[in-house]
């Protein structure tokens, strides 16, 4: 049985920084795209990055690129989400996702669509 599991949130100020981990079990995820999304209260989820099994990554949103950076711990089966200059917008739970193995997800093409696995989240809390 896959299973993720998010870490790392927490409440911080403005300006501050954050790094989330999702650590799976019952799949390796060096070996698939793993994403990140998120939740405003209020707002629909979406994609936020995304890494593909050969360690390109993806952001999907203007207003991340350059405070945020996917990565890969190989030896702790753990997918990282840094996050420096945090801004009160970016307030939302935040879920790692991956797509179950027999579908074969690789590349971060439409990750959104396609990540079936999902963890429970994590709360990300920025205060101005």
């Known amino acids: 049985q896959v299973r993720l599991v998010e870490s790392g949130g927490g409440l911080v100020q403005a300006g501050g920084s954050l790094r989330l981990s999702c650590a799976a079990s019952g799949l390796f995820l060096g070996y698939y795209a793993t994403g990140w999304f998120r939740q405003a209260p209020g707002k629909e989820r979406e994609g936020v990055a995304c890494i593909s099994s050969g360690g390109s990554t993806t952001y999907s949103l203007d207003s991340v690129k350059g405070r945020f950076t996917i990565s890969r711990d190989w030896t702790k089966n753990t997918v990282h989400l840094q996050m420096d200059n945090l801004k009160p917008e970016d307030t939302a739970v935040y879920y790692c996702?991956?797509?179950?193995?027999?579908?074969?997800?690789?590349?971060?093409?439409?990750?959104?669509?396609?990540?079936?696995?999902w963890g429970k989240g994590t709360l990300v809390t920025v205060s101005s």
């Open positions: 996702a991956t797509a179950e193995p027999h579908l074969g997800l690789t590349t971060c093409s439409d990750y959104d669509v396609h990540m079936d696995v």
